[in-house]
């Protein structure tokens, strides 16, 4: 028995989607944009706007693919790294609403360090931080904390 390359198509599309909640950043939205174009690339086959070829296949899915991830991207990134809230520890949530000053400059993208309580910490901005950097010597107040990691952002005005 011989599968048509709709068949294959609509496979390697669900494959993707059981695939989907197992993917790392990066990955996910190559991922899905694979998953999406070949479940459209099946879909033009099966209307007959593309011809019944392997070949004629292969280029579409790996056309329609390459647009959809470089379409998908940034949305994507920014809806991933948007929702970072940290599971608090509770021997250590007590930090939370303690300020400190930044000895390096911050940024939500990428983790410094900080001296805080006699130990070294990573920290990051948090997401709601009007700000995406901030530099060395701001002022900043703890939003959540887990073990190794302070969230920060500028303090509430009292």
Do not use: Y
Request: with cysteine.
């Amino acid at each position: 028995m011989e599968l048509s390359i709709t068949t294959w198509l609509i496979l390697l599309g669900i494959l993707c989607v059981i695939l989907l909640p197992f993917a790392v950043p990066g990955i996910l939205e190559a991922l899905l944009s694979l998953g999406i174009a070949s479940f459209l690339a099946a879909t033009l086959l099966s209307l007959g706007i593309l011809p019944d070829s392997w070949p004629a296949m292969l280029t579409a899915l790996a056309i329609s693919t390459l647009l959809l991830a470089l379409l998908l991207w940034k949305p994507l990134r920014k809806l991933q790294q948007g929702n970072e809230k940290l599971t608090e520890n509770p021997a250590i949530s007590d930090f939370v609403g303690n300020r400190l000053t930044l000895s390096a400059d911050a940024s939500k993208s990428h983790s410094s360090t900080v001296q805080f309580s006699g130990l070294s910490w990573q920290l990051k901005l948090s997401p709601d931080c009007p700000s995406d950097t901030l530099p060395a010597g701001t002022e900043v107040e703890i939003t959540s904390a887990t073990v190794g990691l302070l969230l920060v952002t500028l303090p509430r005005q009292q």
